[in-house]
């Protein structure tokens, strides 16, 4: 199973990332997770990028890029699925990772979209913060991820839904009750689907409108 996440700041992409790929056995490539470990290894990479994710800001697309090739090789050579988490989070980390799928003969099978509002989302970051102690985690950091999000990242949802892969989920409910709808929905479509096949590539009937869970 072969799966990108596109979700706001503390709508669950991490956890449900990690859960999907438990599920299906496949790597969860988490560049958030992979950013901060390098920055906590103090590696030249985690130097350069720290201040920009205590700021919220993103890190420029080549340095994400060029980390998530290396985990996609990785991936390839261990099967070939893959959950995708932060990644892309804008059009141009969207139509990289589109060419880097098609070079490796592994593009996403699935974009799946978790939808949260903004008040909803801030008060389960400022909740995470006291519990986890993330440097992002502060009140004008969240605002300034949460501008991001809505500002560069969820415009990339629409041309999912072009591509006919998007799978919207609705974020808002309990953790639990949002796992078992998007399993349910990837095993639907899992077993539906040619490993090696793309939902566009199986045309209009399958996957041109774009389908909703709630
Ligand atoms: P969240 O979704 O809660 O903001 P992440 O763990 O996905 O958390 O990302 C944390 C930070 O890592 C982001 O605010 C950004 O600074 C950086 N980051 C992660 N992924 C990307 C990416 N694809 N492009 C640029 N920056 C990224």
């Not at 901060?36 to 080549?62: C, K, M, S």
């Not at 799978?167 to 539906?192: C, K």
Request: neutral net charge.
């Amino acid at each position: 199973m072969r799966v990108l996440m596109i979700a706001p700041p503390g709508a669950g992409k991490g956890a449900q990332g990690a859960l999907i790929a438990a599920h299906f056995g496949v790597p969860h490539i988490a560049t958030g997770d992979l950013l901060r470990e390098h920055v906590a290894r103090q590696t030249e990479l985690g130097q350069a990028v720290r201040r920009q994710l205590e700021r919220g800001e993103l890190v420029p697309d080549t340095v994400v890029l060029d980390m998530v090739r290396e985990a996609a090789i990785a991936a390839k050579a261990a099967g070939g699925g893959y959950v995708l988490d932060g990644i892309p989070r804008n059009m141009t980390q969207a139509r990289a990772l589109y060419a880097l799928g098609l070079e490796l003969g592994m593009t996403a099978q699935v974009a799946l979209h978790l939808q949260a509002d903004d008040r909803e989302l801030m008060r389960r970051l400022l909740a995470r913060a006291m519990l986890e102690g993330r440097s992002d985690d502060t009140e004008e950091v969240i605002r300034q991820r949460l501008k991001l999000y809505h500002a560069v990242t969820h415009p990339i949802v629409a041309w999912y839904g072009e591509r006919g892969i998007l799978l919207s989920v609705d974020g808002m409910r309990p953790v639990a009750e949002v796992s078992r709808d998007i399993l349910a929905a990837l095993e639907a479509m899992h077993h539906r689907l040619p490993p090696e096949m793309d939902l566009a590539s199986l045309g209009p009937a399958f996957g041109h409108a774009s389908r909703e869970v709630s």
